[in-house]
Nanobody, 115 residues
């Protein structure tokens, strides 16, 4: 099992920035990819960005050019730098890890963007 601990959410005005962090612990040797998903009220959870162990990165079209995912392998940490935030980015953001045995999720961190 992998444990994921997110931090960095909060309230920000439109146009502002936030950085989310996700620290992985436990059976991290089996992780193939890590990423960020988000879920807004009344909507399905959606992929925001993810990065594979080989360094391949994918972004949702809605965040491309504004968000940047990165990782620090020495710290077992994945980051999501969010710039030019919009009210529609408001959601609970979840860290996700994918391993051969399946997915693990963090508890989520709230991001609220005011207009």
């Amino acid at each position: 099992q992998v444990q994921l601990a997110e931090s960095g959410g909060g309230l920000v005005q439109a146009g502002g920035s936030l950085r989310l962090s996700c620290v992985a612990s436990g059976s991290i040797f089996g992780i193939n990819a890590m990423g960020w998903y988000r879920q807004a009220p009344g909507k399905q959870r959606e992929l925001v960005a993810h990065i594979t162990s080989g360094g391949t990165i994918n972004y949702a079209a809605s965040v491309k050019g504004r968000f940047t995912i990165s990782r620090d392998n020495a710290k077992n940490t994945v980051y999501l730098q969010m710039n030019s935030l919009k009210p529609e980015d408001t959601a609970v953001y979840y860290c996700n890890s994918k391993a051969v045995w399946g997915d693990n999720w963090g508890q989520g961190t709230q991001v609220t963007v005011s207009s």
